[in-house]
Structure formats: structure tokens, C-alpha cells
């Protein structure tokens, strides 16, 4: 399903920063169903590889495909055809502060023009999945942080995409929470979703017991089932 070909990213010097190699001829590939953990420390490439797969950038060099697809010839104004196919999960939850739960799940859907009564019904399928039934009207900042990426969690759904790329999403959430939103995102793994995580908690990849990349200094140093945590 995803495919990465002796991929290499170079970001150019600026005033912020010097020359930096994110990713050093990386090949991997993802099947359709799989459950794929990227772990690392941070700068070690993950959340670069998760934007080469979102085409939110494209490689220095290499292949990236998508479903057969290669995603790095396709023109700025085609990327929509790929981004409706993944959902994506971020770190700080990027909810609207002014919008409720449901407002936030729905604000996707209402942008191309879905009728009322199926608005009401694909997102109150999503808050029932996520358990918020009883958080709807809540605004965000009524959430506790697990609650928050939740609605995160949820509005990447929305358009039923066959990926989700999950990046660092309980970066900022207390062990139990945590365990509580990968909980979440193993159902939606066992309902089809291709799901990639990146975290740098042991912990949690070590729970898991899925497919781990191991990544430092932008290349693969590790790639196992039911891998464990190293570094």
C-alpha cells in the first residue's frame, strides 16, 4: 500500500538552521491493515516520513508510492486525491477553540456541502467509536487532554480514509490517557485502518508487540515484528 524506494529528504540551510539530512536512503513498505510503529528520537526522521506520505512534502530523491501510485510526480493541485485518504493525527490536537465536539468533527464534512441529516449521523457514529457521547456540546477547552485527542482522533475519520498517520498523539498525555488512545487506535486498526504511529515512548511500543521501524539520524537501523523499543 505504501512504499518507500532509497528515499532521502535534505532540508536546505537557513538562518534558523544549517544543512540537515532528515531521511538517508530509506526503503520500507506498508501493507493495506498493517499496524506500523516509528520510533526514534526526536530529529530522527519520523515525522518527516509521515509528511512525504501525506504529500505535505516531497523527497530529495527516491520513491515514495502510494496504492501503486507515486506520489512525488504528482502536481501540487492532485495532492487532494491522496490527502482524502489519510487521516492524520497531531501531538497538539488542533482543534477550533470556538467550535463544540461535535462542530469540530463536523466542520470537515460541512465544507462540502453533506446534508444536515448526514452530518448528524457519520459524526455521531465517530463520537460513539471515541466514547465521547456525553462530551457532544462541549467546547475544547471543557476536555481534559485524552478527551481532546479523541476529537482528534475522530475528525481524522471523518472522511473514512484507508490510512491514519498518527504523530506523536499522546505526547502530551499522562500514562493512563495514553493507554487510552491507543486503545482507541487499535480498534480502528481492527476495523480495516492502516495505522502508522510515531512515538518515542518505550513504554508504549513495547505494549503494543506490532511492527516497529527503528529510526536514528534519518536511517533505518531496525525493522521488526513485534519489535521492541532499543534505543
Known amino acids: 500500500m505504501i512504499e518507500f524506494k532509497n528515499v532521502k529528504k535534505k532540508y536546505p540551510a537557513n538562518s534558523l538552521r544549517e544543512e540537515k539530512m532528515a531521511l538517508d536512503d530509506v526503503s520500507f513498505g506498508i501493507k493495506q491493515g498493517e499496524f506500523v510503529t516509528l520510533c526514534g528520537r526526536s530529529g530522527a526522521g519520523k515525522t518527516t516520513i509521515l509528511k512525504l506520505i501525506s504529500c505535505e512534502e516531497k523527497p530529495s530523491s527516491g520513491d515514495v508510492l502510494f496504492e501503486n ?5 504528482i502536481k501540487r493541485g492532485e495532492t487532494y486525491s491522496v490527502r482524502q485518504k489519510v487521516g492524520f493525527i497531531f501531538q497538539d490536537y488542533k482543534l477550533l477553540p470556538y467550535k463544540t465536539v461535535f462542530e469540530n468533527i463536523a466542520y470537515a464534512l460541512e465544507a462540502f456541502d453533506f446534508n444536515h441529516e ?20 462541549c467546547l475544547p477547552k471543557e476536555l481534559s487532554g485524552g478527551e481532546k485527542q479523541r476529537v482528534s482522533i475522530a475528525r481524522a475519520l471523518i472522511h473514512r480514509p484507508r490510512v491514519i498517520l498518527a504523530d506523536e498523539p499522546t505526547g502530551n498525555l499522562d500514562p493512563y490517557h495514553s493507554r487510552d488512545i491507543i486503545k482507541v487506535l487499535l480498534k480502528i486498526n481492527e476495523a480495516g485502518s492502516t495505522i502508522v504511529l510515531s512515538t518515542h515512548s518505550k513504554e508504549i511500543v513495547n505494549a503494543l508487540k506490532k511492527r516497529v521501524i527503528t529510526l536514528e539520524d534519518g536511517r533505518i537501523i531496525r525493522d521488526e515484528e513485534k519489535g521492541r523499543f532499543f534505543l
Open 118 to 137: 448526514k452530518i448528524d449521523e457519520e459524526v455521531m457514529q465517530l463520537v460513539d467509536l471515541v466514547g465521547l457521547g456525553d462530551k457532544i456540546n
Open 69 to 73: 501510485q507515486n506520489i512525488c510526480n
